[in-house]
C-alpha cells in the first residue's frame, strides 16, 4: 500500500513538470516577438517591455523556465502582471472558494449518483431505462448554460438564493451554504447521472456473479446481500468515474464561477486569460494539477481498500 | 417451430451487415439522425432561410417577445433572435468539427500503432497517456489562448490534441483486442504484410469504435467551444455564436427568455443527438461482430402457478419433485427448458442428476434451490420435508436456505466474495445460522475448516479468495455450506473446475460427510466416475426430461434407455476394456425450440423406429427396477453403441 502511494507521488513528478514547461515552450515556439502575440498589435511598447521584463523573455525559454522552476520550488510563483501582488498569495485567497464547489459537487454527486445508480439496477426496467435517459441528459445540457437558467430561475424569479458572490464559511456558516448551494447543483448534475450510470451498470455485472447466487443460497436478505456485498464489489469502477468527474469539475469551474460571479481560481482563470497574465495562469494550472495528483492518489488508496488484490500488487 | 423468433437467444447465422444495419433502424437512432441533420442544414443555410439579417439593428422594436414577424422575438438590439440563433451555430459546428479532427487526426493512428505493435512504443505512448488523463484540460487551453493572444484558433487545437489521450486508450483497447483474435494470426501466417493487415483486416473492424469516439468528441468539443464562446473566447462582439448568445440571453431572461432557452436548447440537442447516435453505432457494432448474441437481459420473473401446492403428495422422502417444468424467456413467449421432472431423494441418499451440458441439469437444481435467473417454474411442485418450496415466500425460503439445504457452485473461486477474508464468509455463515457471537462463531469456523481437512484453519482464515487454490476454495465451499448443519447438499458440478487428485479428495470428503452426519447429497454432473463412485441413485436428463431413472449399480450393469447406454459407451472411465476406440453418440442435444413431440432422442438414437416420433413418449418400469423413457425398453443393451447396427429411423 505503502509503495503503491510513493509510486503515485513519483509518477505526480512528471506531470507537473510537463505541465508548468508547456508554457514556456509555447512562448519559445511561438515566432516573431512572444510579448507582442501575447498583448496583440494594439500594445503599447511600455506594455511590451513590461511583458519581457515580468517573463524574462529577453533569455531562452529554458533559462525561464528553470528560473521559474527554482522559484517555484521555494514557493514563489512570482508576480501577477496585472496586479503586482505575489501570485502564490492570490492563489491561496481563492483556494477556498473553488474547494467548496468542488468538494460540494463531488459529494452531492457521489451519494445522489450511487443512491440513484443502485435502486435502478436492483429494480430494473423501466427506471433502468430512466437512468439511462437522464445519464444522456446530463451530459447533455452544458452546466453553464444550467446555471444560468437556474439564476433565472431561483435566485430572479423566486430570490430563494443570491444570484451571484460568495460568503466565507468563517464569516457565515448559513450563508455560505446558500451562496454555493446553486454553483454546486450545477456542477453536480453531469456527475449525478454519469455517476448513477456506472453505479448501475456495474451493479448489474456484479449482481450476475456466482458468489451473490451463492450468499442467496445461504440464506441472506436481499438487502444485505447488496449493500454489503454487492456494492462493495461494484465500487472500483464507482471510484474511478468519482475520479474521472472530479478532474471535469475542476475545469467546469471555470465557467461555473464565471456565471455565479464566484471569486475562485476558475473565475481568476478567465480574467487572467484576459489580461494576458500568464505567470497568474500558470499558478492555477499548477493548482489544478495537484489537485488532480491528490484525487488520483486518493483513488488509489480507495481502490486498495476495496480491492484486496489491488493491496497487494 | 421457429427458432429465429424464440426469445433464448440463440446464435443465429446472420450476415454481419444486415444484423449492423438493423441494429441502427431503431425509431430512437433515426430521430436523432434526422434532428441532428435539420439543425446542420437550418445552419449551413442560414444565408437562405434566415428571415432577417443577424446583425441588423432595429432599437424601435428591441427586447419584443416571440410573434408573427420575429419567432423567437428580438435582443436589446432589436435583432432577429431566430436569425442570430441560425448564424450563431456556423462557428461552433465548425470548431467543433476542428477539434474533433483534430483529436482524431492524431488519436486513431497513435491508437493503432500502440495496440498493434506493443512493446516500447506501446510503453511510450501509455506513459504519454496516463499524463495527458491527468491535465485539467479547460485551464490548459486559457492558457494556450494567454499565450497566443486570443487566437482563438490555438485554443481549438489545443483542446483537440487534449481529447487525444482517452481516444489513444479506447482505440489500442480495440486494436489489441482485434490483434489477438485467430484470423489475424492466420493472415500473418499466410505472409501478408503488417501494412495489409492494418488497414484490411484492422482497421475496418475499428470503424464502429472510432464512429462512437468521433460522436463523442465532437459533443464535447461544441459544449467545450461553446463554453469558450460564453466566456469571450471565440466570435467578437457583434457577430452571433451559440456560445455568446447564452451570454445575451442570460442578460435579457426577464423581457425574453426565449434567448436564452433557444440557444441553450439548440445547442443541447445537437450533443444529445450525437451522444444517442454514438450510442447507438456502439451498440450495433457490438451486434455486428459479436460471436453469439448475447442474451436478452430483461425478463419478466413470473409467478408459480396456483396449482403447485396441491400437487405434491405427502411423501415419506426428504426432497420431491414432481412434475418441475421451467420456462425461460417473457411469460407470453416462454421456452420450456425443463419439462415435467420428478424425482426423490430420501435422507442420507446421496442422487446423481447426470446429462449432457445443456440438458437442464444445472436449471434443475437452480429451481429446487429458488435460484433461476431470467426464469421461472411454470408448472409441478418441489417440497422439503413436506414444504412446499415453489409457491413459498422469499421469507420462508430464507428459513430453510443454509439449514435444511445448502448449495455448492461449480465454480469454486467465483463463488466467494472476492473482498472478503475467508474467516468473515464463514464466521458469517456461522452467525446467521446459529445467531451465536463473534467469538464462538471464529470456533466454529476453525471446526469446520478442519472438518474439510485443513490442517491449519487459522491461516485459512486469514486468507483472501485470490490466495487460494481451486481445490481449497471448494472444500471451503463445502465447510460453509455445512454451517447451518443442512439435511440436503445440492452440488452442481462441484469436481468439474478441479484437478484429478483434488476431485477424488472432494468425493472422499463428501461420502465421509453421508456417513458421518447422514447428509443428503443431490450432486449434478456429467461425469460417470463421479456416479459410479459417490451415488445410490442416478436421475439421468436429456432435453429437459428424465430419460431413465435407476440405482448406480443397476444403471451401470442394463442401461434401459439408450441415451445412457451411450453416455457409458462414451466415457472412458465406463469403459471396462477391449475398446479399440471410444463411440461416442453422433449428433448433438436439440435445442429447446426444436424439441419433437415425440422421443427427443430419436434423431440420434441407434434404436430408432417410426413410432418413437408418433407422440410423447411415457416413463415406463425398467426391467432392473427403474424407470425409462424409452419405448424399446427390452432392446436396450449396454454395447448397443459398439455394434453395428442398422440405424432404423435414424436421420
Given at each position: 500500500?505503502?509503495?503503491?502511494?510513493?509510486?503515485?507521488?513519483?509518477?505526480?513528478?512528471?506531470?507537473?513538470?510537463?505541465?508548468?514547461?508547456?508554457?514556456?515552450v509555447?512562448?519559445?515556439?511561438?515566432?516573431?516577438?512572444?510579448?507582442?502575440?501575447?498583448?496583440?498589435?494594439?500594445?503599447?511598447?511600455?506594455q511590451l517591455?513590461?511583458?519581457?521584463?515580468?517573463?524574462?523573455?529577453?533569455?531562452?525559454?529554458?533559462?525561464?523556465?528553470?528560473?521559474?522552476?527554482?522559484?517555484a520550488?521555494?514557493?514563489?510563483?512570482?508576480?501577477?502582471?496585472?496586479?503586482k501582488?505575489?501570485?502564490?498569495?492570490?492563489?491561496?485567497?481563492?483556494?477556498?472558494?473553488?474547494?467548496?464547489?468542488?468538494?460540494?459537487?463531488?459529494?452531492?454527486?457521489?451519494?445522489?449518483g450511487?443512491?440513484?445508480?443502485?435502486?435502478?439496477?436492483?429494480?430494473?426496467?423501466?427506471?433502468?431505462?430512466?437512468?439511462?435517459?437522464?445519464?444522456?441528459?446530463?451530459?447533455?445540457?452544458?452546466n453553464?448554460?444550467?446555471?444560468?437558467?437556474?439564476?433565472?430561475?431561483?435566485s430572479?424569479?423566486?430570490?430563494?438564493?443570491?444570484?451571484?458572490?460568495?460568503?466565507?464559511?468563517?464569516?457565515?456558516?448559513?450563508?455560505?451554504?446558500?451562496?454555493?448551494?446553486?454553483?454546486?447543483?450545477?456542477?453536480?448534475?453531469?456527475?449525478?447521472?454519469?455517476?448513477?450510470?456506472?453505479?448501475?451498470?456495474?451493479?448489474?455485472?456484479?449482481?450476475?456473479?456466482?458468489f451473490?447466487?451463492?450468499?442467496?443460497?445461504?440464506?441472506?436478505?436481499?438487502?444485505?446481500?447488496?449493500?454489503?456485498?454487492?456494492?462493495?464489489?461494484?465500487?472500483?469502477?464507482?471510484v474511478?468515474?468519482?475520479?474521472?468527474?472530479?478532474?471535469?469539475?475542476?475545469?467546469g469551474?471555470?465557467?461555473?464561477?464565471?456565471?455565479?460571479?464566484?471569486?475562485?481560481?476558475?473565475?481568476?482563470?478567465?480574467g487572467?486569460?484576459?489580461?494576458?497574465?500568464?505567470?497568474?495562469?500558470?499558478?492555477?494550472?499548477?493548482?489544478?494539477?495537484?489537485?488532480?495528483?491528490i484525487?488520483?492518489?486518493?483513488?488509489?488508496?480507495?481502490?486498495?481498500?476495496?480491492?484486496?488484490?489491488?493491496?497487494?500488487? | 417451430?421457429?427458432?429465429?423468433?424464440?426469445?433464448?437467444?440463440?446464435?443465429?447465422?446472420?450476415?454481419?451487415?444486415?444484423?449492423?444495419?438493423?441494429?441502427?433502424?431503431?425509431?430512437?437512432?433515426?430521430?436523432?439522425?434526422?434532428?441532428?441533420?435539420?439543425?446542420?442544414?437550418?445552419?449551413?443555410?442560414?444565408?437562405?432561410?434566415?428571415?432577417?439579417?443577424?446583425?441588423?439593428?432595429?432599437?424601435?422594436?428591441?427586447?419584443?417577445?416571440?410573434?408573427?414577424?420575429?419567432?423567437?422575438?428580438?435582443?436589446?438590439?432589436?435583432?432577429?433572435?431566430?436569425?442570430?440563433?441560425?448564424?450563431?451555430?456556423?462557428?461552433?459546428?465548425?470548431?467543433?468539427?476542428?477539434?474533433?479532427?483534430?483529436?482524431?487526426?492524431?488519436?486513431?493512428?497513435?491508437?493503432?500503432?500502440?495496440?498493434?505493435?506493443?512493446?516500447?512504443?506501446?510503453?511510450?505512448?501509455?506513459?504519454?497517456?496516463?499524463?495527458?488523463?491527468?491535465?485539467?484540460?479547460?485551464?490548459?487551453?486559457?492558457?494556450?489562448?494567454?499565450?497566443?493572444?486570443?487566437?482563438?484558433?490555438?485554443?481549438?487545437?489545443?483542446?483537440?490534441?487534449?481529447?487525444v489521450?482517452?481516444?489513444?486508450?479506447?482505440?489500442?483497447?480495440?486494436?489489441?483486442?482485434?490483434?489477438?483474435?485467430?484470423?489475424?494470426?492466420a493472415?500473418?501466417?499466410?505472409?501478408?504484410?503488417?501494412?495489409?493487415?492494418?488497414?484490411?483486416?484492422?482497421?475496418p473492424?475499428?470503424?464502429?469504435?472510432?464512429?462512437?469516439?468521433?460522436?463523442?468528441?465532437?459533443?464535447?468539443?461544441?459544449?467545450?467551444?461553446?463554453?469558450?464562446?460564453?466566456?469571450?473566447?471565440?466570435?467578437?462582439?457583434?457577430?452571433?455564436?451559440?456560445?455568446?448568445?447564452?451570454?445575451?440571453?442570460?442578460?435579457?431572461?426577464?423581457?425574453?427568455?426565449?434567448?436564452?432557452?433557444?440557444?441553450?436548447?439548440?445547442?443541447?440537442?445537437?450533443?444529445?443527438?450525437?451522444?444517442?447516435?454514438?450510442?447507438?453505432?456502439?451498440?450495433?457494432?457490438?451486434?455486428?461482430?459479436?460471436?453469439?448474441?448475447?442474451?436478452?437481459?430483461?425478463?419478466?420473473?413470473?409467478?408459480?402457478?396456483?396449482?403447485?401446492?396441491?400437487?405434491?403428495?405427502?411423501?415419506?422422502s426428504?426432497?420431491?419433485?414432481?412434475?418441475?417444468s421451467?420456462?425461460?424467456?417473457?411469460?407470453?413467449?416462454?421456452?420450456?427448458?425443463?419439462?415435467?421432472?420428478?424425482?426423490?431423494?430420501?435422507?442420507?441418499?446421496?442422487?446423481?442428476?447426470?446429462?449432457?451440458?445443456?440438458?437442464?441439469?444445472?436449471?434443475?437444481?437452480?429451481?429446487?434451490?429458488?435460484?433461476?435467473?431470467?426464469?421461472?417454474?411454470?408448472?409441478?411442485?418441489?417440497?422439503?420435508?413436506?414444504?412446499?418450496?415453489?409457491?413459498?415466500?422469499?421469507?420462508?425460503l430464507?428459513?430453510?436456505?443454509?439449514?435444511?439445504?445448502?448449495?455448492?457452485?461449480?465454480?469454486?473461486?467465483?463463488?466467494?466474495?472476492?473482498?472478503?477474508?475467508?474467516?468473515?464468509?464463514?464466521?458469517?455463515?456461522?452467525?446467521?445460522?446459529?445467531?451465536?457471537?463473534?467469538?464462538?462463531?471464529?470456533?466454529?469456523?476453525?471446526?469446520?475448516?478442519?472438518?474439510?481437512?485443513?490442517?491449519?484453519?487459522?491461516?485459512?482464515?486469514?486468507?483472501?479468495?485470490?490466495?487460494i487454490?481451486?481445490?481449497?476454495?471448494?472444500?471451503?465451499?463445502?465447510?460453509r455450506a455445512?454451517?447451518?448443519?443442512?439435511?440436503?447438499?445440492?452440488?452442481?458440478?462441484?469436481?468439474?473446475?478441479?484437478?484429478?487428485?483434488?476431485?477424488?479428495?472432494?468425493?472422499?470428503?463428501?461420502?465421509?460427510?453421508?456417513?458421518?452426519?447422514?447428509?443428503?447429497?443431490?450432486?449434478?454432473?456429467?461425469d460417470?466416475?463421479?456416479?459410479?463412485?459417490?451415488?445410490?441413485?442416478?436421475?439421468?436428463?436429456?432435453?429437459?426430461?428424465?430419460?431413465?431413472?435407476?440405482?448406480?449399480?443397476?444403471?451401470?450393469?442394463?442401461?434401459?434407455?439408450?441415451?445412457?447406454?451411450?453416455?457409458?459407451?462414451?466415457?472412458?472411465?465406463?469403459?471396462?476394456?477391449?475398446?479399440?476406440?471410444?463411440?461416442?453418440?453422433?449428433?448433438?442435444?436439440?435445442?429447446?425450440?426444436?424439441?419433437?413431440?415425440?422421443?427427443?432422442?430419436?434423431?440420434?438414437?441407434?434404436?430408432?423406429?417410426?413410432?418413437?416420433?408418433?407422440?410423447?413418449?411415457?416413463?415406463?418400469?425398467?426391467?432392473?427396477?427403474?424407470?425409462?423413457?424409452?419405448?424399446r425398453?427390452?432392446?436396450v443393451?449396454?454395447?448397443?453403441?459398439?455394434?453395428?447396427?442398422?440405424r432404423?429411423?435414424?436421420?
Amino acid at each position: 500500500m505503502l509503495t503503491l502511494v510513493i509510486r503515485r507521488l513519483l509518477w505526480a513528478v512528471p506531470l507537473l513538470v510537463i505541465v508548468s514547461l508547456l508554457a514556456f515552450v509555447l512562448l519559445g515556439l511561438t515566432p516573431g516577438d512572444p510579448a507582442r502575440s501575447i498583448l496583440g498589435p494594439q500594445a503599447t511598447e511600455a506594455q511590451l517591455e513590461a511583458v519581457r521584463l515580468s517573463l524574462g523573455l529577453d533569455q531562452p525559454w529554458y533559462v525561464q523556465y528553470w528560473n521559474w522552476l527554482t522559484a517555484a520550488l521555494s514557493g514563489d510563483l512570482g508576480t501577477s502582471m496585472s496586479s503586482k501582488t505575489p501570485v502564490l498569495a492570490q492563489l491561496n485567497s481563492r483556494l477556498p472558494v473553488t474547494l467548496s464547489l468542488v468538494v460540494g459537487a463531488t459529494l452531492v454527486s457521489s451519494v445522489l449518483g450511487i443512491a440513484l445508480g443502485t435502486y435502478s439496477a436492483v429494480r430494473g426496467g423501466a427506471l433502468g431505462r430512466f437512468t439511462d435517459a437522464l445519464s444522456m441528459l446530463g451530459f447533455a445540457i452544458p452546466n453553464y448554460w444550467l446555471g444560468l437558467v437556474l439564476v433565472a430561475l431561483f435566485s430572479v424569479r423566486l430570490s430563494w438564493f443570491p444570484a451571484t458572490g460568495y460568503v466565507a464559511f468563517a464569516d457565515s456558516p448559513s450563508r455560505w451554504l446558500l451562496s454555493i448551494a446553486l454553483p454546486v447543483i450545477t456542477l453536480a448534475v453531469g456527475g449525478i447521472t454519469m455517476i448513477a450510470k456506472n453505479t448501475r451498470d456495474a451493479m448489474a455485472d456484479v449482481l450476475t456473479r456466482d458468489f451473490i447466487d451463492v450468499l442467496r443460497s445461504e440464506g441472506w436478505s436481499e438487502s444485505r446481500i447488496i449493500y454489503r456485498h454487492a456494492l462493495r464489489n461494484a465500487a472500483i469502477p464507482v471510484v474511478t468515474a468519482i475520479g474521472i468527474f472530479f478532474i471535469g469539475v475542476l475545469g467546469g469551474t471555470v465557467l461555473v464561477e464565471t456565471v455565479f460571479a464566484m471569486p475562485g481560481l476558475g473565475g481568476l482563470a478567465v480574467g487572467s486569460t484576459e489580461r494576458h497574465d500568464i505567470p497568474v495562469l500558470l499558478g492555477v494550472t499548477l493548482y489544478f494539477c495537484i489537485g488532480v495528483v491528490i484525487v488520483n492518489l486518493l483513488v488509489d488508496v480507495a481502490y486498495g481498500l476495496l480491492n484486496p488484490k489491488a493491496r497487494q500488487s | 417451430m421457429t427458432t429465429h423468433t424464440s426469445v433464448l437467444a440463440v446464435p443465429h447465422p446472420a450476415k454481419p451487415r444486415s444484423a449492423f444495419v438493423a441494429a441502427l433502424m431503431k425509431p430512437v437512432p433515426v430521430i436523432a439522425a434526422i434532428v441532428l441533420a435539420v439543425i446542420v442544414i437550418a445552419v449551413l443555410g442560414a444565408g437562405v432561410w434566415a428571415p432577417y439579417d443577424p446583425l441588423a439593428n432595429d432599437l424601435a422594436n428591441s427586447l419584443a417577445g416571440p410573434s408573427a414577424e420575429h419567432w423567437l422575438g428580438t435582443d436589446q438590439l432589436g435583432r432577429d433572435v431566430l436569425s442570430r440563433l441560425l448564424y450563431g451555430g456556423r462557428p461552433d459546428l465548425g470548431a467543433a468539427l476542428l477539434v474533433a479532427c483534430t483529436a482524431l487526426v492524431v488519436g486513431v493512428p497513435l491508437g493503432m500503432v500502440a495496440g498493434y505493435r506493443g512493446g516500447r512504443i506501446d510503453q511510450f505512448l501509455m506513459r504519454i497517456v496516463d499524463i495527458g488523463l491527468a491535465l485539467p484540460s479547460m485551464v490548459i487551453v486559457l492558457l494556450v489562448l494567454a499565450v497566443f493572444g486570443n487566437q482563438v484558433i490555438m485554443g481549438y487545437l489545443a483542446l483537440g490534441l487534449l481529447l487525444v489521450p482517452p481516444l489513444i486508450r479506447i482505440i489500442r483497447a480495440n486494436a489489441i483486442a482485434i490483434r489477438s483474435e485467430l484470423f489475424i494470426d492466420a493472415a500473418r501466417v499466410a505472409g501478408f504484410s503488417d501494412t495489409r493487415i492494418v488497414f484490411r483486416h484492422i482497421l475496418p473492424r475499428l470503424v464502429g469504435s472510432v464512429l462512437v469516439q468521433a460522436s463523442l468528441i465532437a459533443s464535447m468539443g461544441l459544449i467545450f467551444v461553446s463554453g469558450l464562446a460564453y466566456l469571450g473566447f471565440g466570435v467578437s462582439a457583434p457577430d452571433p455564436s451559440w456560445g455568446t448568445l447564452i451570454a445575451e440571453g442570460a442578460q435579457i431572461t426577464r423581457q425574453n427568455p426565449a434567448l436564452l432557452l433557444a440557444a441553450g436548447g439548440v445547442l443541447g440537442v445537437t450533443v444529445l443527438c450525437l451522444g444517442l447516435l454514438g450510442d447507438t453505432i456502439r451498440d450495433a457494432s457490438v451486434a455486428r461482430w459479436a460471436r453469439t448474441p448475447s442474451r436478452p437481459s430483461r425478463i419478466r420473473r413470473r409467478r408459480s402457478p396456483g396449482d403447485a401446492a396441491g400437487a405434491a403428495p405427502e411423501s415419506s422422502s426428504l426432497l420431491s419433485v414432481r412434475e418441475l417444468s421451467v420456462e425461460y424467456g417473457s411469460v407470453e413467449q416462454g421456452q420450456t427448458v425443463v419439462d415435467g421432472v420428478s424425482f426423490e431423494i430420501a435422507a442420507g441418499e446421496i442422487v446423481g442428476l447426470v446429462g449432457e451440458s445443456g440438458c437442464g441439469k444445472s436449471t434443475l437444481a437452480r429451481a429446487v434451490l429458488g435460484l433461476l435467473r431470467g426464469g421461472g417454474v411454470s408448472g409441478g411442485a418441489v417440497s422439503f420435508e413436506g414444504v412446499e418450496l415453489t409457491t413459498a415466500t422469499v421469507g420462508e425460503l430464507r428459513e430453510l436456505r443454509g439449514t435444511s439445504f445448502a448449495f455448492v457452485s461449480q465454480e469454486p473461486l467465483v463463488a466467494l466474495d472476492p473482498t472478503q477474508r475467508i474467516g468473515t464468509t464463514l464466521t458469517d455463515a456461522v452467525r446467521l445460522h446459529t445467531g451465536s457471537g463473534r467469538r464462538e462463531a471464529r470456533a466454529r469456523a476453525r471446526e469446520l475448516l478442519a472438518r474439510v481437512r485443513f490442517p491449519d484453519p487459522e491461516r485459512v482464515l486469514r486468507l483472501y479468495p485470490h490466495e487460494i487454490s481451486g481445490g481449497m476454495a471448494q472444500r471451503i465451499a463445502i465447510a460453509r455450506a455445512l454451517a447451518g448443519s443442512p439435511k440436503l447438499l445440492i452440488a452442481d458440478e462441484p469436481t468439474t473446475a478441479l484437478d484429478v487428485t483434488v476431485q477424488a479428495e472432494v468425493l472422499d470428503l463428501l461420502r465421509e460427510l453421508r456417513a458421518s452426519e447422514g447428509l443428503s447429497i443431490l450432486i449434478v454432473t456429467h461425469d460417470w466416475g463421479v456416479v459410479s463412485d459417490l451415488c445410490d441413485r442416478a436421475v439421468v436428463m436429456y432435453a429437459g426430461q428424465v430419460v431413465e431413472q435407476s440405482a448406480t449399480d443397476a444403471l451401470f450393469h442394463r442401461p434401459a434407455h439408450p441415451y445412457t447406454a451411450g453416455l457409458l459407451a462414451s466415457n472412458p472411465s465406463g469403459v471396462a476394456g477391449g475398446a479399440t476406440r471410444l463411440p461416442s453418440i453422433p449428433g448433438t442435444i436439440p435445442l429447446p425450440s426444436e424439441w419433437s413431440t415425440g422421443c427427443r432422442f430419436q434423431s440420434r438414437c441407434p434404436l430408432a423406429v417410426e413410432v418413437c416420433g408418433q407422440g410423447p413418449v411415457p416413463l415406463v418400469q425398467s426391467p432392473d427396477g427403474g424407470t425409462s423413457r424409452c419405448l424399446r425398453v427390452d432392446q436396450v443393451e449396454r454395447d448397443i453403441w459398439s455394434r453395428d447396427l442398422v440405424r432404423g429411423g435414424a436421420r
